[in-house]
């Protein structure tokens, strides 16, 4: 399957880049799992998450053609 | 109701006029503004100009949301919202939050709400120059009593 990642914030400057296409095993996974494929790491605790740009957790699950976006908290207004 | 997002400065009170004048005539009794500035300060620090980063289609549909709960909540008529995106300056508007009602009561709740929840939900990260640096913004400064009140509404 092939998921669309995108960075905000920190969590841009963490990564180095903005965005990213990754292609994987399988018709689907949770984000946590994702995370860990594409950093090697536990995601930091204060990480939020959006799937196609709703808000979810490390448990959401995440399909082809999904976009999965990583940032800090967020600070507008 | 209407949500934009502006890379370059805007002027609250002429866009807010402009709004009203797409909007009938004689039916609403008051509108309620809210404008967010940048400070030249914040946690202590001088801070020169702020780049505000965001997340494309996610703001918009996010902000709309909180305005549509605002609407269910509260007996309002037209609601418009503007945020600034990119590198702004001391004393610059960075929101507007403009909500139109019959009655005030109704019109100040909404306006209240609306920039409560954007500030807790809509993707948007500010990052200051500092004399020490640039560094990113990590929480918002909180309007508790708001939210409790919200939270109470919501679960009503």
């Known amino acids: 399957m092939s ?14 880049k903005a965005e990213d296409t990754v292609v994987l095993e399988g018709s689907a996974m949770t984000v946590a799992n994702l995370w ?3 950093s090697g790491q536990p995601l930091p605790s204060n990480t939020l998450i959006a799937v196609n740009m709703e808000y979810k957790d490390g448990n959401a699950e995440v399909k082809n053609g999904d976009e ?9 207004g | 109701m209407k949500v934009e997002i502006h890379g370059i400065p805007f002027d609250p009170y002429a866009v807010t006029r402009d709004y009203e004048n797409t909007l009938p005539k004689g039916k609403h009794g008051g509108v309620v503004t809210f404008v967010g500035t940048m400070r030249d300060f914040n946690d202590g620090h001088d801070v020169s100009s702020m780049f505000l980063d965001h ?50 009561a109704d019109a100040f709740d909404a306006c ?23 560094r990113w913004v990590e929480h918002n400064t909180a309007d508790p ?6 939270r109470a509404k919501r679960s009503a």
């Open chain 2, 145 to 150: 009593a708001a939210a409790a009140i919200g």
């Open chain 1, 36 to 38: 860990k494929k594409i």
């Open chain 2, 55 to 104: 997340y494309p289609g996610m703001t918009e549909a996010h902000i709309l949301g909180v305005m549509e709960e605002a609407a269910r909540l509260s007996n309002i008529m037209n609601a418009y919202v503007v945020h600034r995106v990119g590198d702004i300056k001391p004393s610059e508007p960075i929101v507007l939050v403009a909500v139109w009602a019959a009655h005030r």
């Open chain 2, 112 to 134: 209240r709400y609306i920039i409560n929840y954007l500030k807790e939900r809509a993707p948007f990260w500010k990052r200051e120059a500092t004399p020490q640096g640039k």
């Open chain 1, 3 to 16: 998921v669309k990642i995108r960075y905000f914030a920190s969590m841009r400057d963490r990564m180095g």
């Open chain 1, 68 to 76: 999965v976006a990583f940032f800090p908290p967020v600070t507008g």
